[in-house]
């Protein structure tokens, strides 16, 4: 009994992350992919929809890392590309609206912004 209520006023050491909102805002079923575009991992979401997704990084304004965020449309074609750093999550506050652009830098295809 008293190892339960040591062990419940511990605070969680797990990895640190931040939600990041993915928003739907064509009329159009999309499949979104977070950080690879493994087929396993996309992530449907239906017109008007947002789906919260759990990202390791960024986490503050000294992590430089980006995370590259694809969406395909029903066809399976490439319709929204994009890279985000901790500054234009800051600015969105942590929400992404899936548009018809692709602002990613270099290769869409590639798995990590360079």
């Known amino acids: 009994m008293t190892a339960c209520i040591i062990a419940s006023c ?12 993915v928003h739907n805002g064509l009329d159009e079923v999309l ?5 690879d575009r493994d087929q396993r991992f996309g992530q449907m ?19 430089r890392r ?10 399976g074609q490439l319709i929204f590309c994009a ?3 901790f500054s234009d ?8 609206d899936l548009s018809r652009t692709l602002t990613c830098a270099g290769d869409p295809m590639s798995t990590s912004p360079p």
Do not use: H
């Open 89 to 96: 999550l800051t600015k969105s506050s942590w929400r992404i």
């Open 31 to 35: 499949t979104v992919y977070t950080f």
């Open 66 to 75: 980006r995370v590259r965020v694809w969406a395909d449309d029903a066809t």
């Open 83 to 85: 890279d985000y750093g």
């Open 10 to 21: 511990v605070p969680s050491l797990g990895t640190p992350t931040r939600d990041v909102f």
């Open 45 to 63: 979401i239906k017109p008007g929809d947002t789906w919260r997704d759990t990202w390791m990084y960024p986490l503050n304004s000294v992590d």
